[in-house]
């Protein structure tokens, strides 16, 4: 198995630009494409922990779009072949100072297309 294959490797990349995108914006639908539609798929938030798809969606929709801007430090994505990838990253936000997030998403590409099958997030006390 090939691991960070440069042209798997920028299109993981690309995917994950697009998420952060649609984030910083609350592009709701946009972020919902970007999760597989499975009752298998997992996102586990700050003080969440939503199992499904629909779980997922519901999240989001409800979700306040204020202060979802932030900046990203630390960003690894691997990729695993040509249809698996992981990212990590770590992420601040105006409105937690003293914080760092955690962000981990599995990516899948799954029917010609990169999906997230499931995402931790959280937020910890910054490391002296």
């Not at 440069?6 to 697009?18: G, I, M, Q, T, Y």
């Not at 952060?20 to 997992?42: H, P, S």
Request: hydrophobic share 45%; glycine share 8%.
């Amino acid at each position: 198995m090939e691991i960070d294959r440069p042209d798997v490797v920028a299109e993981v990349k690309a995917a994950f630009a697009r998420y952060e995108q649609a984030l910083g914006t609350n592009d709701v639908a946009a972020l919902n494409a970007m999760f597989r539609a499975d009752v298998r798929t997992i996102r586990y938030g700050g003080a969440e922990n939503l199992y499904g798809y629909d779980a997922i969606a519901a999240f989001r929709t409800a979700r306040s779009p204020i202060g979802l801007e932030r900046s990203l430090a630390r960003t690894v994505i691997t990729t695993f072949g040509s249809d698996f990838a992981v990212a990590s990253m770590l992420f601040y936000r105006a409105s937690a100072p003293g914080k760092v997030g955690r962000q981990m998403q599995t990516w899948v590409r799954l029917d010609g297309r990169w999906q997230i099958v499931a995402a931790h997030v959280s937020m910890i006390d910054e490391p002296a």
